[in-house]
């Protein structure tokens, strides 16, 4: 399988290094996190492997492919599709034609496209709102077909920006379980967010970068228990349980920390 990964990626602004030598790696059938404190560069860095920015130095690969100057279309058709947090449905479309919009680019019969498209409304639990419009839907709706059009692509890596972000903690749940089930599909998943209880959830590890450069990296157990992730970045009151299978927050330990 090839690995998406950074090697050694560097960018400055106006001569301040913002990213500095982040090496980040994320296999198929994993899911990983990014976080780290405000203005740390977790998100420059992000974007470096979305490809909205270019680094400095550096590469970004694809097994042994440097896609470091690949363009966002090219890294699709590469296999890697990218969720931004911004709201991206069409508005006045339904659910359904927002997904025939996205296949109608790519080289599928009519049936296969239609047949792709039913594939994704029901793995996605949209069957209720398949004809609604893209402004009459909630908030977790819209996500899961943003979800949905991300997939369209059958991509082998997913990038996830702030996946959690306005939607109610019921829909949270159920989009943890879309991300544990693309996991289970072989996708591998890059997550960055601000809510950190509920990435650490759903991730088999995590980086946490600070002033640039990879502070720490490791399970949500050992960076949970790290005393100085505690101090830089979680909070000294942060506690992680094992339920339902998964490291969980207790919800009066949470860290409300934004990123």
């Not at 090219?74 to 339904?94: D, H, M, N, T, W």
């Not at 002033?211 to 830089?232: A, W, Y």
């Amino acid at each position: 399988m090839k690995a998406l990964h950074t090697a050694e990626i560097t960018k400055a602004y106006r001569g301040r290094k913002v990213v500095d030598n982040v090496s980040i790696k994320v296999q198929q059938g994993e899911v990983v996190g990014l976080l780290g404190p405000n203005g740390a560069g977790k998100t420059t860095s992000f974007y470096c492997i979305v490809g909205l920015i270019s680094p400095d130095s550096g590469k970004v690969l694809l097994g042994d492919e440097d896609i470091t100057s690949a363009p966002m279309y090219q890294r699709a058709r590469k296999g890697i599709s990218y969720l931004p947090q911004e709201a991206s449905v069409f508005r006045k479309l339904s659910v359904e034609d927002n997904l025939m919009a996205i296949l109608e680019t790519l080289r599928l019969s009519r049936h296969d496209r239609r047949d792709r498209a039913n594939r994704l409304i029901r793995d996605l639990g949209l069957e209720t709102v398949r004809h609604s419009k893209g402004y009459m839907l909630s908030g977790g709706e819209r996500r899961r077909v943003e979800i949905a059009r991300s997939l369209v692509i059958e991509p082998s890596y997913l990038l996830l920006d702030e996946p959690f972000s306005g939607i109610d903690p019921i829909q949270v749940l159920e989009l943890q379980k879309i991300i544990f089930d693309l996991k289970r599909s072989g996708i591998g998943i890059l997550v960055t967010d601000h809510n950190v209880r509920e990435t650490l959830a759903v991730t088999d590890r995590a980086y946490i970068i600070n002033d640039g450069r990879i502070f720490r990296s490791g399970t949500p157990d050992q960076l949970g228990n790290d005393p100085e992730v505690r101090r830089v970045y979680l909070g000294e009151n942060f506690n992680l349980e094992w339920q339902s299978g998964r490291w969980q927050v207790p919800e009066t330990e949470g860290s409300s920390l934004k990123d």
